[in-house]
């Protein structure tokens, strides 16, 4: 029988209990599953960026041996992959599985070749013979925009996917008219290429003697594939399709979305009555994952006399890639535009955005998503305005932030967020401490004089987390809802089973909500179960992603424990022959007040509801509930991050010395797991400023499809982080918590590029644009000393 416990769990470091199983390789991947008849899947993809296809031949590779079958665009009879997120005006062009007629970017599937074995299936997809007659191309967004660019379909002319705008355009206008001072910053944020530790995989296997479809894959959120795939592309009954995402070995974005591969997968193993599996190799991620950022964006800012901020003004031509994938409209529009306000207090901005579509592989969400490119566009400009201003840059910030507000009424922006909660002040302040800030100038200015070129890289940020509430999002386009859906059983002994609709890839979930439930309840963590990922049995869910889990998935869990704790409250007067309000809970068990020792424990109450001998009458037997969460409003976890960095200027070589990050994510169930985000999220944001770049040629070939081309950050090229937060709580969720996966990305990447233009400013150097690559600082510092 479940015992009570009087540990309290909620805030303390707990070493994530699902690591053993990885570190000692007994996780369960897509690519460990092995089904009877299993057979394998090889794409055959295309190696140009535009092209008509004027034949496929599969006759072949058919006849290969080991090949059980090939098939092109016009034997796969499903729809097109749809578009979950509308805009006014959008033209969405039609995503087939596999290209039929043309081909709009380097990689994509035109057919697949199946086989008894990978190595048969791959062998077989090479002899397939396709004629392409090759199109002229457009990469980049804004020369896509241009009169006479390449058009990538003939019903959306000069590519334009959408234009949206937020903000006032009038009040923004006067107040540049009226402006002390006005800083303009042209900045690219480059594309991106996600790059998680398990490619993307899949197997389906149809049943013919039930009717059901099971697909594994590795996504980020089961519920969501499952609605898309059987109601939207293959058009079958929800009911008769079950979709798995077991162990996912990271996601970062990158597997929200529904691919062709997953389609066509699907497709064939109904097709052949067998099962039929796919994974990446990693050069097929590179061309085939969603990508990540890519702006190209012009930004002013209008200042008083006072170094006050008056105003701020952007234009931004987004990438979207060659076709929507399947949230991409969201990324750089509701995404991106309402979080241009920062921390500080901006009276007018005016921010317009044009989707354009290009030669590309599909652009979505990445680590962040949108919240990225607002703070990099925001803290870079702050940053140019405080040298033109001759403003120390944290005294800037600090004369602009928007003053606390912790008493639960929101603070309202001019681009639509209401935040929930801020007190920016202590975080700046910390972060400045915790670096040592006045000595760490006083370092930077003999540094010079030794010829040594320190630099300093100041930012505050904030960001959105936990997208709600499901009704105002589908007034903006939304095409799904953005609640979360929990489940909490008790079992007869007293032992609990949560279902949870949130998905974890990586994010610890087993070990936070354990903790969580164990808190609540006052049971051992080893009594509570965590499951998900498995359509079958949680039926309804929204998965993880924008650092929703713990605020809207966790709240879930939450009221579900309110339910059981009241029904349990019910049981225990009823023993005890006490009112309900003489009851007390602590430690795992019910006591009358001021008789402690008259009492009901957790395990007591949960054998007595399944036995029903003696429970209330009228009430149902059991102890088991159900919640669908639906917050009222995002979270805005916020904070400041501090980087030191060395430039060499005769090599352009960086070295990152030091780097302070204070978040402020609210209440936190598990600060080690938090840390743990936060160490990862800063090295991926560094890896933005330094070295990643998903290049493409002006002719649509991807340059950078290996990762002998592909920079990822290394451990050693990274100091240790120090970290440290304050706590703001949000009155938007029971528990408090704001969000934590991905502070660290908003933030660093802005902080270390201020850092390095900070450390050439002796050589006038006052921009580069990202990555900040030794032989593009060599250059900018050779140009400047021209």
């Not at 290209?99 to 199946?114: N, S, T």
């Not at 062709?260 to 097929?284: D, F, G, I, Y």
């Not at 590029?753 to 990555?771: K, S, W």
Request: charged content about 20%; aromatic content about 8%; glycine content about 10%.
């Amino acid at each position: 029988m479940a015992t009570a416990t009087q540990e309290r769990l909620f805030g303390k470091s707990i070493k994530r209990r699902e690591d053993p199983r990885f570190i000692t390789g007994r996780g369960q991947y897509v690519d460990d599953v092995k089904l009877p008849g299993l057979t394998y899947a090889a794409f055959v993809r295309s190696p140009h960026s535009h092209a008509r296809i004027r034949s496929i031949n599969v006759a072949k590779a058919k006849g290969m041996p080991g090949v059980i079958a090939a098939y092109t665009g016009k034997d796969v009879p499903v729809g097109a992959l749809p578009c979950g997120w509308m805009l006014p005006g959008i033209k969405v062009p039609q995503r087939p599985a596999l290209a039929q007629d043309k081909v709009h970017y380097v990689g994509e599937p035109v057919a697949i070749v199946i086989g008894e074995n990978a190595y048969a299936a791959k062998d077989a997809a090479e002899a397939v013979q396709v004629e392409y007659q090759a199109l002229p191309a457009v990469s980049n967004p804004r020369k896509a925009h241009d009169r006479g660019a390449a058009l990538l379909f003939d019903d959306i002319p000069q590519n334009q996917c959408f234009y949206w705008t937020i903000g006032d355009k009038a009040s923004t206008d006067a107040a540049f008219t009226a402006a002390a001072k006005v800083v303009s910053q042209p900045l690219i944020n480059q594309r991106l290429i996600p790059n998680a530790l398990e490619p993307r995989a899949c197997l389906a296997s149809f049943s013919q003697a039930t009717g059901e479809l099971t697909l594994w894959v590795t996504s980020q959120n089961p519920h969501v594939h499952r609605l898309l795939m059987a109601a939207f592309i293959l058009g079958i009954p929800e009911t008769k399709m079950r979709v798995i995402a077991p162990d996912v070995g990271g996601g970062f974005g990158s597997k929200i979305f529904v691919y062709n591969e997953e389609v066509v997968v699907s497709w064939a193993s109904r097709t052949l009555a067998r099962p039929v599996k796919w994974t990446a190799e990693r050069r097929e991620s590179f061309m085939n994952d969603a990508h990540g950022r890519d702006h190209v964006t012009e930004a002013e800012m209008a200042f008083d006399r006072d170094g006050k901020i008056t105003g701020l003004r952007v234009k931004t031509h987004a990438n979207l890639g060659a076709y929507l994938s399947t949230f991409a409209p969201l990324i750089p529009s509701y995404l991106y535009g309402p979080l241009l306000s920062g921390v500080y207090k901006i009276p007018a901005i005016f921010c317009e955005v044009w989707g354009m579509l290009t030669n590309t592989a599909p652009v979505d969400a990445y680590r962040g998503a949108g919240r990225p490119e607002a703070t990099y566009l925001l803290e870079r400009i702050m940053d140019r305005a405080a040298r033109e201003l001759n403003v120390d840059p944290a005294e800037l910030r600090s004369r602009n932030l928007i003053p606390a507000f912790t008493d639960g009424t929101p603070y309202q922006t001019p681009v639509a967020f209401a935040y929930d909660s801020g007190n920016y002040g202590p975080a700046l302040k910390r972060a400045l401490e915790s670096a040592g800030y006045p000595q760490v100038r006083k370092e930077q200015e003999q540094a010079r004089k030794q010829g040594r070129y320190l630099g300093i890289g100041v930012t505050t940020y904030i960001e959105a987390c936990g997208p709600a509430p499901s009704a105002v999002a589908g007034s903006l386009g939304a095409g799904a809802g953005l609640w979360e859906s929990g489940q909490v059983r008790v079992h007869p002994a007293g032992a609990v089973t949560v279902f949870t609709g949130s998905h974890s890839h990586g994010q610890g979930h087993e070990t936070t909500f354990a903790q969580l439930v164990a808190d609540e309840l006052g049971i051992p963590m080893e009594q509570v179960e965590i499951v998900h990922g498995d359509t079958a049995q949680i039926p309804f869910g929204m998965g993880t992603y924008g650092s929703r889990s713990a605020c809207v998935g966790g709240s879930a869990i939450f009221r579900c424990l309110e339910k059981i704790k009241d029904k349990g409250r019910k049981i225990a007067a009823h023993l005890l022959e006490a009112g309900e309000q003489d009851l007390v809970f602590e430690d795992g068990k019910w006591s009358v007040k001021g008789s402690p020792g008259k009492a009901k424990t957790w395990g007591e109450v949960a054998l007595m509801a399944y036995l029903a001998h003696n429970i209330p009458q009228g009430m149902e037997p059991g102890l088991e509930a159900t919640s669908f969460y639906d917050p009222s409003n995002f979270t805005f976890p916020f904070g400041a991050h501090v980087a030191v960095v060395d430039v060499d200027p005769e090599t352009g070589t960086v070295k990152l010395l030091k780097y302070v990050a204070v978040d402020d994510v609210g209440r936190v169930i598990n600060p080690m797991i938090v840390d743990g985000m936060v160490h990862g999220g800063i090295a991926q944001g560094v890896g933005q400023a330094l070295w990643e770049h998903g290049v493409y040629g002006d002719d649509g070939q991807l340059l950078t499809a290996t990762m002998m081309d592909y920079a990822m950050p290394k451990a050693d090229q990274l100091p240790s982080f120090q970290t440290d937060r304050t706590v703001t709580p949000s009155p938007v969720n029971p528990l408090g918590v704001k969000g934590a996966g991905e502070t660290g990305t908003i933030a660093s990447t802005p902080t270390v590029a201020n850092a390095v233009i900070d450390a050439l400013a002796p050589f006038g150097v006052a921009h580069i644009d990202m990555p900040l690559t030794p032989e593009k600082i060599w250059r900018a510092v050779k140009a400047a000393k021209k």
